[in-house]
């Protein structure tokens, strides 16, 4: 699953589902710390950062390796947190390019998560990079207008296209992303990174006490997401939000 903001998710989503499972002592079951565990989570999102992917999808191996195998040794069996696992471990294999390695990790992922959209990412990318594009094209389009996941807005379509992004970010770049960005119907793809860059530079303004610049900025993250998203998307009523935050401190001078 993702500006890397789709990464970014992924990445704060692992965390708290590897919260969970140290809480129930499944890496104790692995004779494994729960520190080393968090320790090696940490290690591989600050390879992946770094662009060592390589390593970082060589920590993830043993991540989920150990979650699995303690999964097991709790519910008798690979379920949800293998899953989730694997998912990850996809996502990191792309980057590494092992695309058959990422499409073998979610395969087994969409097995035991069947519903789970996020994973149906990876496994389209990983179809996508291993020249199986008709394959990868109807995977792409099977999805299209569907939520990412119950109480987020995020479509499957935005979803797709932050991938895209990070994708090409790490020098990832396929001939076919145009095209099926254009399938997808996504509007205006072009102003997502504008929109994540701006976003930055409003909070950034805003923590340092500049107001009225930070209210431009917001003015600007307004009519970018509006033209991006439409008025009903949280990411539309997030940039109004920060210009009535930043309109609030400037006070009636403005």
């Keep these: 699953m993702l500006a890397l903001r789709f990464a970014a998710a992924r990445t704060a989503w692992l965390a708290a589902v590897l919260a969970?499972?140290?809480?129930l002592g499944l890496a104790a079951a692995w004779a494994q710390t729960a520190d080393d565990l968090a320790?090696?989570?940490?290690?591989?999102?600050?390879?992946?950062?770094?662009?060592?992917?390589a390593e970082a999808l060589a920590a993830r191996r043993t991540v989920a390796a150990c979650v699995e195998k303690a999964e097991r040794s709790r519910a008798g069996r690979a379920g949800e947190a293998t899953a989730d696992a694997l998912n990850f471990l996809s996502w990191y294999a792309l980057f590494a390019r092992a695309p058959a390695e990422a499409l073998g990790a979610s395969e087994r992922a969409h097995k035991l998560a069947p519903d789970s959209l996020v994973i149906d990412t990876n496994r389209a990318h990983a179809l996508l990079l291993l020249g199986r594009t008709h394959?990868?094209?109807?995977?792409?389009?099977?999805?299209?207008?569907?939520?990412?996941?119950?109480?987020?807005?995020?479509t499957w379509?935005?979803?797709?296209?932050?991938?895209?992004?990070?994708?090409?970010a790490a020098g990832i770049v396929h001939k076919a992303f145009p095209g099926i960005t254009a399938e997808l119907g996504v509007?205006?793809?072009e102003l997502t990174a504008q929109i994540g860059a701006t976003r930055n530079n409003v909070r950034e303004l805003y923590g340092a006490g500049k107001y009225q610049e930070a209210a431009a900025a917001?003015?600007?993250?307004?009519?970018?997401?509006?033209r991006r998203y439409g008025e009903e998307r949280t990411e539309f009523g997030g940039a109004l939000s920060w210009l009535a935050l930043s309109t609030r401190k400037i006070g009636p001078s403005l």
């Design 20 to 23: 969970v499972w140290l809480f």
């Design 39 to 53: 320790k090696l989570q940490q290690q591989a999102g600050q390879l992946f950062a770094a662009g060592k992917y």
């Design 135 to 154: 394959l990868a094209r109807a995977l792409y389009l099977a999805h299209k207008g569907k939520r990412m996941s119950p109480g987020f807005d995020q």
């Design 157 to 168: 379509e935005d979803g797709i296209v932050d991938d895209f992004d990070a994708l090409r």
């Design 187 to 189: 509007k205006s793809p």
């Design 218 to 226: 917001a003015e600007s993250l307004v009519d970018l997401t509006r």
